[in-house]
């Protein structure tokens, strides 16, 4: 094996990433080495890229160079000699957030808001590379039934998954509201039909996005910049009055907030996984939660590994075709085009996913033709 490889590294707290050669990483005794199939950009990557004020804040520009990229799907080639139970020639997947497992959150089943957390691609180098190391604790062993480019978002589709079951898993035969266009967005509208929510609304702005989800199984689309339709009064009356019984904001938009509390039921959930631009953010406490009796379920990462058996089993079946969500396919090397198209506006992609090695490249675009 070659010690260089290319990787897309961050190395100016600036615009823009580099196509760099760089050493291959060395594994740790608990580590394994993998070299990467497919690699999907993110929104923080996305943050990273433009080396926005969280970047500058979060990561640091003392910690640069740094590789980008954490959603990834790949073969293990090499384990450190503590490693028990991944093996080589596995084909994996990886959790990104990496726990303490000491704290009280990872003690109680409650390892994805760890105290502790460290990111892949955030605290440490990233997946944007011909190979990457990972601890054995976070690999997830893929079904082969499920293709690279699908495997590696199999990360904010966790996120899509818990924010639409929730803690109880209560949506069969349920109304949701999803309020934002973005791809998880996209993949909740999915998974809330395979999971048997009989009425969806999706509330975006970007037509090639709403397209997306009228193919994912949304049964309303909402304009949230047009005022042609009252959208309270819209979901009210597709709802016997009442509301919808789940809202998933995934916008974090002040209108959002305002319209999800106000379409959400008398003791429905609202979920809350858009990040506000700005915080604290008004929110109308009283009617919005209190007198409505309403639960809010704030989601930061996806439970471990709950959301990842799910995932795997409605990828695996079938059941599930994410395939209008990856929108674009290129080369690694390509990562700038890739990168352009996600920060494009209006919006006209959902989720990119990026090949290191040709010949899974031409194999990804066969399948998806
Ligand atoms: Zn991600
Ligand atoms: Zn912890």
Avoid at 59 to 72: A, F, K, M, T
Avoid at 129 to 156: H, T
Avoid at 165 to 186: H, R, T, W
Avoid at 320 to 332: F, G
Wanted: glycine content about 10%; some cysteine.
């Amino acid at each position: 094996m070659s010690e260089k490889m290319q990787a897309v590294v961050k190395t100016q707290p600036a615009l823009g990433a580099e196509w760099l050669s760089v050493d291959l990483p060395r594994i740790s005794p608990d580590q394994v080495l993998v070299k990467v199939k497919a690699t999907s950009i993110c929104g923080t990557d996305v943050h990273i890229y433009k080396w926005d004020p969280w970047s500058d804040g979060r990561i640091g520009r003392e910690n640069l160079p740094q590789i980008l990229g954490h959603e990834v799907a790949g073969e293990v080639v090499e384990v450190g000699n503590q490693v028990r139970t991944v093996k080589v020639g596995d084909y994996i997947s990886a959790e990104t957030h990496i726990p303490c497992r000491r704290c009280i959150q990872c003690l109680t089943g409650q390892e994805h808001i760890c105290a502790n957390l460290s990111i892949l691609g955030v605290d440490c180098d990233g997946a944007f590379a011909e190979y990457f190391a990972i601890p054995e604790s976070v690999c997830w062993l893929n079904d082969k039934a499920i293709p690279p480019e699908f495997a590696s978002v199999q990360e904010p589709l966790g996120n899509a998954t818990y924010a639409v079951l929730g803690e109880d898993n209560d949506v069969a035969g349920k109304s949701m509201a999803i309020i934002g266009d973005g791809p998880i967005a996209l993949f909740s509208v999915g998974v809330a039909r395979v999971c048997g929510v009989t009425n969806i609304f999706l509330v975006g702005k970007y037509d090639f996005n709403m397209d997306i989800g009228k193919r994912m199984g949304a049964d309303h689309l909402l304009y949230a910049n047009r005022d042609d339709v009252d959208r309270i009064q819209y979901i009210m009356d597709h709802t016997y009055g009442y509301g919808a019984d789940i809202v998933l904001d995934m916008a974090g938009s002040p209108q959002a907030l305002d319209e999800g509390f106000k379409v959400l039921r008398k003791g429905g959930r609202f979920t809350a996984f858009g990040v506000a631009s700005v915080s604290p953010t008004p929110i109308d406490y009283n009617n919005g939660i209190v007198f409505k009796g309403a639960q809010v379920h704030g989601i930061n990462g996806r439970r471990m590994f709950d959301t990842w058996f799910r995932v795997r089993n409605m990828l695996a079946s079938g059941r599930l075709n994410i395939a209008p969500v990856i929108s674009h396919l290129y080369s690694l090397k390509e990562y700038e085009r890739g990168f352009e198209v996600m920060m494009e506006r209006p919006r006209k992609s959902a989720k990119v996913v990026l090949f290191p090695d040709r010949g899974e490249y031409e194999k990804a675009k066969a399948r998806m033709s």
